[in-house]
């Protein structure tokens, strides 16, 4: 079985890859259309390996152990001892095959919903979607972190390549472009940075030697601020890839973009990527609860700036993308907790966030391929009848993500589970007991009950968010419509069916998620998860839906209809609405003062170049060789047998000195 | 018929050096039957050199030495060559100087790199015509020559001899089009080029002397001096635990690491010595673009590599922390000064530089990581530049698969994974962590300004300033093919080793083992238990900073 298993995850993982270079080749050819067929093979056969892989590996009886891998083979190894050995290993547990067929049935739904577009794509298009599909396969399957690393960095190369090349506008002068790429590329720098500080510390690269306890204790008892700094490394990667703040101004170009590239980019190749590492690295984070609580912090503030800056945006895309990295923020959130309920908690919301947040933007991309390219509020309304499939499938997406009783309720459960674990330890064992056993307890108990309440503002206001932009597209609005003549691209079969294939996936997670089978799967590769006894399930299940219930009965009294109230209330918020709408103004931020504070800083230095190095240093040289040149002019007689001795009385004077010195 | 083949392997990198000069006599030989004649004689010879590397490096034994006490063997050099060229008879008296030439380690990825770019660059020149090609192809032929000689050299009169020949074909190549910039620039190179080399000289002179110096005992009076790197490198080595050679060696051994450290960083770009390389890459042809890296970056690398790292471990532990923070502020400066120029092509030269003095940093980390990172990243980072002067120009207008190999070429400049770069820097960058976390962290940060000047460069398609192209933009289907020609090996061998850079990894460890052996971050790797690293890594950074004496 082992070796079914090797080979199944050798055609996961080389299914894409073989279907992107050939996509290259044929595409160079303009043989579009068989390289679109070729990336939908290649995508289906790694969904059809993935589901078969998943089945041997989460069931016991036909796989023993926990994880299987398959060495390909030797990378890079420096030094004679065999010290930095960084062998190419796949390596897939219960989890990870999980996640792979999550990604190859996304990729597989994007890709057939493509059909009808596929000749009127820019180059290179699928190619590029099978390149980032390989790569995100190959973040979930490295055994190393040096390939983690290898891949996390690829994933980065091919989310640009999609992105850009799926971009709609010529705007491609805009240095806000850039923004994409500057934030992984931090991203990536933080892994990197991390991935030594574990070389450096635990002597090895190997994910299943380094994330075990004992070795995690050994490293802990030398240095214990070693492994919080790898997890803040981690962490801050993992920010970049999600786009929490304050690493969240490439979103913006988001809607610059097809919403059919930012379904693959942000369900599942770039954004899972980042919640995969910290999931994949748990024990480490157990290991460093001031990290963890950083990590909360900063996750409830970044929800609540994202969930604001969602109701006022005047985008589809935008908004879905802001909801994505709002909803991949509870993830982070609830895996700060640290217990395996809130670790289950954060994979089912991955999960169902990925499988329904791919319906939403493959609705948009029908609308907007409908509508003169665009998904901007202002030209859209009033469309349901127009697009019956897209709004069912927008509608049935929309309440099973803003319903939270998956995700959501799940990680408040936990938080006010730990909220009074931390407390009855602050009342039993006293403060100085507490400060020696857990330092940032104490904190954490004052901490959870603030975050269990902005996690509820934040559901209320991304409720709103999502369904006015639901409102906004199919009902409200008596702006210009831009539609297209003829019958709608959504009634074609591939421009629906993989919606509602994803959407009943998504409905089985969320059911499954609640049996015995899911958690067993789970505890295969989070067995040493602390499981703590949590509270009532009804009370935070009853909040969120309640909250969810506000926004979307807000959203349908301000936006069913075209109305005055939402000017009104913008008017009243004022500068709210303002800064909401720009974001905080975070990306002027970055563009104005840091972006201009390195050109400055870069002009000042080509001042210095050329003032220094350029000119007077090297007019000095000039001068210096010229007067050297006049001052040995009598001897350039043009005798070569004078030069050379010359040349041998300097290295006998020269000898001579030394002589002397050795005296 | 065998023993000619055995004959042409066991002399393969001697015939690397003496082909291309041939070659350059012959492309003169061959003026007075036309351009045509000329240009294929050159093609010739640049084929028939990346015919004898690869049989050189089919050839190169790769070895299995991994216990403690081999690795503190030397390695031989390989595929060598030796020709008496003064003394060397019993009785004659005069110094046993040699032509002596092979590989080891060490050099094999330098050479392999100067014969691609030779290829390169007389491939991408090969639609021009004009007066001047038969002197152009006789430099950039004379070049590889020396280029190669001065890597391949077993010999230190040898060495500095290709070293100081290396700068005149260049010269020549940059002085081509003659307008007064180009000759200040060129007069800069070469006194620039002319006093590095004199300094490097002086200096290998003076150890040579110092070593017959170490050598003399009443019994024997006047020892024969010694030449042999290799000889050279152990013997030091071995002769200091002689107390009072130790005492001779202590008084000059400070002079002759400054000689050759102080010439060979001259040679490197590193600021301010930049002034010339930026000048003349504004203003020159493609071959001089692609080709005048090569004279500094590898060179400088690997003469450090090879004379100061073995034979000073005294003065590099103490000197290399307060040289590695003038070598980060040189980083960080040129990746603000990449920040504000212009263009794919000027943002590449500053890549070049940026890439040059990272590579000296990496080297100062005085660990195995970095010193391996080093001497790969010095020669990749030239074919991954000379693609992208290869392809850059026209960029906005050119056709979709030179874009695509130009995305390729720009990303393995970047160090994206899957090319050479990506390998190089990731060594370098551990490497660099390992002894100064704070060094690498600003490290980031000026790859992270290079990074973003790049995308911006890319994604906003400005166009770059490469001034003059290959000349076969508009000449149909024939240049484009010379195009990929040219490109063509230089992309393999950077996909290559990004896929696979084990390859070198297992023909260069051995070398990078000796050369490492008296630091103790290396030394002792294999006795090391995972649990005392750390504390090994933090004793190493204690040295650095030279909180305890070097015993």
Known sequence: MIKVVAALMCIVAAAPLVAALIGFVLETLNRRAASYWLAVAGSTVAMTASVVLMTIVSNPMLLPQDASRIELFQWLQVGESARFDVTMTLRVDSFAALLVLMITAIGTAVLIHGKQQKLSRQVQHFPSLMLSLFVAIMVVLSANFVMLYFFWQLSTVAAILAQNRGSRSADDASPAKSNLFLCLVIADFALLLGVCFVWTNFGTLELSEVLTEANIAGVLADRPAVVGTICFCFFLAAFGRTAQFPLFVWLHDADRSRPADSALIQTATLMPAGIYLVLRSHLLFDAAPDTRLVMAMVCAFSILLLSSMAITQKNMTRVLSLSSAMMLGQAFLALSIGTFDAIKAAIVLLIVHSLTKAVLFLSADNIASDCDETTEFERLGSLRRRFPKSWWAMICALVILVSGIWGTSRILQNLSSDLSAKTTAVVNDGDEDLNLKDPPAATVASVAGTLSNLILASVFLHSLAVFRAFFLVFHGGNAEKTTKPGPSHESAGSRWVPLFALLVSAAAVVVFAQTNSFDEILLRSFWSAESVETGSFLRPAMLVALCSAMGFVIAWMLYVKPSVWPDRIARVAGPFSRLSQHGFYVEEFYCSFLARMIRQLAGLCRWFDRLLFHGHASRACDHAASAIARAVRPLHTGNVQLYVLALLLMIALLAITLLCNLE | ?551
Not at chain 2, 474 to 481: D, H, M, T, V, Y
């Open chain 2, 1 to 551: 018929m065998e023993r000619l083949w055995i004959g042409l392997v066991n002399n393969s990198v001697c015939m690397l050096v003496v082909l291309p000069m041939i070659g350059a006599v012959l492309v003169q030989a061959m003026r007075p039957f036309g351009w045509e004649t000329v240009r294929r004689t050159a093609l010739t010879n640049v084929v028939l050199s990346l015919f004898l590397l690869i049989v050189m490096v089919a050839n190169f034994d790769v070895g299995n030495r991994t216990n403690q006490s081999a690795m503190q063997q030397q390695p031989h050099a390989q595929l060598r060559t030796n020709l008496r060229w003064t003394g060397g008879r019993a009785g004659s008296g005069a110094p046993n100087i040699q032509f002596a030439v092979g590989v080891d380690g060490i050099s094999l990825w330098p050479i392999a790199a100067i014969v691609l770019l030779a290829f390169a660059a007389v491939t991408a020149t090969y639609g021009q015509d004009g007066k001047q090609i038969a002197n152009n192809y006789s430099a950039i032929l004379l070049l590889q020559a020396a280029l190669i000689g001065v890597v391949a050299a077993l010999d230190v009169i040898l060495f500095c001899v290709f070293l100081e020949f290396s700068v005149w074909p260049l010269a020549v190549l940059m002085g081509r089009r003659g307008d007064a910039n180009t000759l200040t620039t060129v007069r800069r190179m070469c006194v620039s080029h002319s006093i590095s080399s004199l300094l490097v000289m002086a200096g290998l002179v003076l150890m040579v002397l110092a070593y017959s110096w170490m050598r003399t005992t009443e019994a024997n009076p006047n020892p024969p001096l010694v030449f042999s790197i290799s000889e050279l490198t152990a013997g030091i080595s071995a002769w200091l635990a002689d107390d009072r050679a130790a005492q001779t060696w202590n008084q000059v051994r400070v002079w002759v690491c400054f000689l050759v450290a102080a010439g060979l960083t001259i040679r490197s770009l590193a600021v301010p010595f930049h002034g010339w390389f930026l000048n003349n890459q504004d203003r020159s042809s493609i071959a001089v673009c692609i080709l005048s890296p090569a004279v500094a970056l590898p060179i400088a690398v690997y003469g450090i590599v090879r004379f100061v790292l073995p034979m000073f471990p005294e003065i590099a532990m103490p000197l290399a922390h307060p040289i590695s923070i003038m070598l980060l502020a040189s980083v960080v400066f040129l990746a603000l000064l990449a920040v504000s120029s212009r263009g794919l092509g000027r943002l590449t030269n500053h890549a070049c530089l940026l890439h040059s003095a990272l590579c000296l940093l990496a080297v100062t980390s005085l660990s195995t990581l970095g010193v391996t990172g080093a001497l790969i990243h010095s020669s990749s980072i030239l074919l991954s530049a000379a693609a992208v002067f290869l392809l850059a120009d026209r960029f906005p207008r050119i056709a979709a698969w030179r874009h695509f190999l130009l995305l390729l070429a720009v990303g393995a400049v970047l160090g994206i994974p899957g090319s050479s770069g990506f390998a190089g820097q990731l060594m370098i960058l551990v490497g660099i962590f390992e002894t100064d976390p704070m060094i690498a962290l600003w490290t980031c940060f000026a790859l992270l300004l290079l990074l973003w000047v790049f995308a911006v460069a890319l994604l906003s398609g400005q166009s770059t300033d490469v001034p003059d192209p290959p000349a076969d933009v508009n000449e149909g289907r024939g240049a484009s093919l010379r195009t990929l020609a040219a490109v063509f090996p230089l992309l393999f061998v950077i996909g290559w080793l990004g896929l696979q850079p084990q390859f070198l990894m297992s023909r260069m460890n051995q070398s990078v083992a000796y050369v490492m052996r008296r630091y103790p971050a290396t030394s002792d790797a294999s006795a090391d238990s995972d649990s005392q690293r750390p504390r090994r890594l933090s004793q190493q950074r204690r040295y650095r900073r030279g909180a305890v004496n070097f015993q």
